[in-house]
Structures are given as structure tokens and as C-alpha cells.
């Protein structure tokens, strides 16, 4: 800590002086602070200190142009302000962003590695695209040292200035339209199983369900279907069956006839493959391939947080999913907590 007007000292010397900074203690079930910052060492605190392997510590004055780690951090949580969360803390020199809704986190990739490139200063973040939950933690910010240069975090509040580093997009209300296609499930052939599972789904954000209509594999009652829950107000349809490439799949025939404007049929990403995402002016229009069925998460699942916060996919959006687009098939599932899905 050479030459930060601070000095190191010997702790059976340091009765009386004043602690420059928080000791940290781990002990069995506790991990935390055992004196803060100002603490005067008194006789009684020598062995505690030497249990924890804490021969010297550091006492002294702040030299002005140094900021304190707590200091840094209450100034890098206000740098990045976020609508919708809280940040808790300082403690041990960090501070935590807490998210006080439901919606999909976003984060400014850029401007997170600039600040990071700085020097000194860590923040770490949850994936960009994030479905965030109400008391999930998604931010964490310190600086490394014990202390650092005021111009160090000068330098992280002037690259924020005019940009918002994290942000949570909340949930906006949908009404959804589920139209499931397939003769075999139109005429009781086959049990139908794609309502349960889709709406199982959509249970997870505000909305209601406009209605759900099963139509044989005839593109007349398809898109009369559509349009009749269109009429019903939905602003969202969901497509189930018919999204294969055989030659009497008619889903996407069916959704183009409509007029919407198809963004991509297929998606670089495994389960999944096959989705569609199109657009229908303001109405968001997803085919959901077979693997919705038969797998507990696929695109689809991806791409709800972002449906749901009213982002509008491109083209471009969706061949980035390829990174992270490869599920992994565990045994037990533990998306989001995964790989899968994350760009």
C-alpha cells in the first residue's frame, strides 16, 4: 500500500489507530465483516484479529485524490441507476442490484467490457436477455484494491454519461391466440397435448389467453381461424404442428397467407429448429415446431422474455442465437440457469 498515505501496522501496535478499512472473517455458516472501517482498535480486538490470520492492518488518512472501495462502490451504483431494482449495500466493499419485478434484463455488453477495461474496477452482471424474477440479484459492483484513484471512477461515470448500462424491461400484458393445426389432433385421431403445454407457459407472464382453436391441415381453416382471434383482440399467435418441412406441413404457407411478414422460419438453435417469427404489424407471430412436446424447454422459451418485454426480433437478432442455441438434453433440467440460450 506503498505511497497511498496510508500505513501498514504491525496489529499489537495498532491500539488506539483507526482501521482504513473493513476485515473480513469466514468462519463455519458466516462470512462478513468482524470490524468495519473507523473501528478503533482497542487491547481486546489483538486476538481476534490473530485468529483470522490478521497480523497487520492498515491505518492512517485517505490521501484526497484515493477513494475507499465502499466509497467507489455507493459512486459506480449511482452511475447506473436502474428503474424497477435497488442496490443493497456497501458491504465488504461491494455493492448488489436487486431487482424489485419480474421482466428481461439488459445489459450494454460494450459499455460493460469499457468499464471494465478501466482498471481496478469489477461489475459483473446475469446474461444479457435475463428473465429476471422479483428479488433476483443481477448486479454486483467493486473495485479490486482497497482503494483506488477518484479519476478511476471519474473515468467509469463519464463513459455512463447518456448511457444506460443495465436496464429491466418489464412484462407487457399480451393477449394470445393459439391456433394448433393437425388433421390427426383435428379429428380425435391423437390426443391432443400442445394447449396445456403452451399455456403452462405463458402462465409466467401478464396476459390472457384470446382462445385456442384446433383446425385441420387445410390453410382456409388456419387462416380463418387466426383472423377470427385477431378479431378477438390477440396481439399474439402462437402456431403449433405443421412446422416441419414436409410437403403437407401448411403452418407457414398458412401464416405468409395472413400477411405477415416472416422474419425467419428456422432458428440456428437445438430444440427448436423449426420455430417462426413473424410479424403482423404490431401483432408477434411464433411457430412452435413438435420439440415443444417432447422437451421441457426449446427457442420457444428463449424467446418469450423478449416477446413479453416488446422487443421486436431481426433477422440478425435471431442467427445470433446460435451461440448458446445448443441445448445440452440434461437429465434434470435447470434452464435458465444454463447455457442454453444465452447470446
Known amino acids: 500500500m506503498s505511497g497511498y498515505g496510508m500505513k501498514k501496522t504491525n496489529i499489537e501496535d495498532a491500539v488506539g489507530m483507526t482501521l482504513c478499512h473493513d476485515v473480513t472473517a469466514m468462519y463455519p455458516g458466516f462470512k462478513g465483516p468482524l470490524f468495519?472501517?473507523?473501528h478503533v482498535i482497542e487491547e481486546k480486538d489483538i486476538s481476534a484479529f490473530l485468529d483470522i490470520?490478521?497480523?497487520?492492518v492498515y491505518t492512517g488518512d485517505i490521501p484526497k485524490d484515493m477513494l475507499h472501495e465502499e466509497d467507489c462502490a455507493v459512486r459506480l451504483a449511482q452511475m447506473a441507476a436502474v428503474s424497477g431494482a435497488h442496490y443493497e449495500g456497501p458491504s465488504e466493499?461491494?455493492?448488489?442490484?436487486v431487482s424489485d419485478i419480474d421482466g428481461m434484463l439488459k445489459v450494454n455488453t460494450g459499455l460493460l467490457r469499457s468499464i471494465n477495461s478501466i482498471g481496478d474496477i469489477t461489475v459483473t452482471t446475469l446474461p444479457d436477455h435475463y428473465r429476471v424474477r422479483k428479488g433476483m440479484k443481477i448486479a454486483s459492483m467493486r473495485i479490486v484494491p482497497l482503494f483506488t484513484k477518484k479519476e478511476v471512477i471519474d473515468r467509469a461515470e463519464e463513459l455512463c454519461k447518456g448511457s444506460k448500462l443495465i436496464d429491466i424491461l418489464p412484462y407487457k400484458s399480451r393477449k394470445a391466440g393459439i391456433i394448433i393445426t393437425g388433421?390427426?389432433?383435428?379429428?380425435?385421431?391423437?390426443e391432443e397435448r400442445f394447449e396445456k403445454v403452451i399455456t403452462g407457459k405463458l402462465d409466467a407472464y401478464p396476459g390472457i389467453i384470446a382462445g385456442v382453436r384446433i383446425c385441420d391441415d387445410d390453410t382456409d381453416m388456419i387462416v380463418g381461424s387466426a383472423r377470427k382471434l385477431l378479431d378477438l383482440g390477440a396481439d399474439f399467435l402462437i402456431f403449433t404442428g405443421g412446422m416441419s418441412v414436409d410437403p403437407d406441413d401448411l403452418t407457414p404457407g398458412a401464416i405468409k397467407r395472413l400477411g405477415a411478414e416472416i422474419v425467419s422460419y428456422g432458428l440456428p438453435a437445438q430444440p427448436g429448429n423449426m420455430t417462426l417469427v413473424a410479424y403482423l404489424n404490431d401483432t408477434v407471430i411464433a411457430g412452435v415446431p413438435g420439440a415443444a412436446i417432447s422437451r421441457p424447454v426449446t427457442m420457444f422459451d428463449v424467446l418469450l422474455p423478449q416477446i413479453y418485454a416488446g422487443i421486436k426480433f431481426t433477422k440478425t437478432d435471431l442467427i445470433n442465437l446460435a451461440e448458446g442455441g445448443l441445448c445440452q438434453m440434461c437429465e434434470d433440467c435447470h434452464y435458465p440457469n444454463c447455457t442454453f440460450g444465452r447470446y
Do not use: A, F
Open 183 to 190: 388433421s390427426e389432433v383435428y379429428n380425435g385421431r391423437i
Open 93 to 97: 466493499g461491494k455493492v448488489v442490484l
Open 53 to 56: 490470520g490478521k497480523k497487520s
Open 36 to 38: 468495519k472501517r473507523g
